[in-house]
């Protein structure tokens, strides 16, 4: 796991686009993964900045709250404020989670589709970010290793961390639809971004620790292709 220490916010964010940058110059027809959360919204910027050509590229989210999707605070809103709407990706290629989830996980793996834009197998390349309970996506603490795409409760804490984005915690989704941990090992490249000193202790467990599904995110020691970029 190769374990990048960035300066500041500014350089997390421009570094990680970078790399979305690259990928999708590389290979337009790419699959990419995409995180919601305040740790990408830098690196959305630096993104619609390069103006790149979206009009190939295949997105799948990692996880939606179970509500009203027009509200502001659902991660499809999100996703068209802060990239979708200001590129020039199609509508029919970016994916949220939906059911039935096989459909959904058929859908990132490219087989049995006749789709010819669906070319590539598999998520290409993942963004993630981590909770500070050490969740990526919604794969809350006792998530299963091997779990898939599926509805989950979301854990209390990440309720009240997520508090902020709304008008009161009881205003919070207690329900979630996310990539399983599995689905998200299947990527062929994986990026986790980390913002703030208040992550620390939480990515270093997950990083450096006993690799236990109590910390989600440590399952990513197991993937022989992830960069992990920090910043304080
Ligand atoms: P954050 O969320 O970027 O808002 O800290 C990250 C996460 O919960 O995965």
């Given at each position: 796991m190769k374990i990048n220490v960035l300066k500041n916010y500014k350089e997390l964010s421009s570094t990680v686009a970078d790399i979305v940058e690259t990928q999708i110059k590389k290979h337009p027809l790419s699959k990419l993964c995409l995180p919601t959360g305040s740790t990408p919204l830098g690196m959305y910027d630096e993104l619609v900045n390069k103006k790149l050509d979206w009009k190939s590229v295949i997105t799948f989210n990692l996880d939606v709250y179970l509500m009203n999707i027009t509200r502001p605070q659902s991660y499809q809103s999100y996703m068209k404020k802060n990239l979708f709407d200001r590129?020039?990706?199609?509508?029919?290629?970016s994916h949220f989670p939906f059911r039935p989830f096989s459909a959904f996980e058929d859908k990132i793996d490219g087989?049995?589709?006749?789709?010819?834009?669906?070319?590539?197998?598999?998520?290409?390349l993942c963004i993630l970010g981590i909770g500070s309970n050490g969740h990526i996506a919604f794969n809350e603490p006792g998530s299963s290793f091997k779990s898939r795409t599926r509805l989950v409760n979301l854990d209390e804490q990440t309720i009240i961390d997520n508090a902020?984005?709304?008008?009161?915690?009881?205003?919070?989704?207690?329900q979630a639809i996310t990539m399983g941990l599995g689905t998200i090992m299947d990527s062929k490249k994986i990026v986790l971004m980390v913002n703030g000193l208040k992550k620390k202790s939480i990515l270093n467990q997950a990083i450096l620790g006993i690799i236990t599904e109590d910390i989600p995110?440590?399952?990513?020691?197991?993937?022989k292709n992830v960069e992990v970029y920090y910043c304080d």
């Open positions: 590129t020039n990706i199609y509508p029919d290629h087989t049995n589709q006749t789709d010819f834009m669906n070319t590539t197998m598999g998520i290409d902020r984005f709304f008008d009161s915690v009881d205003d919070v989704p207690t995110a440590s399952i990513l020691q197991k993937h």
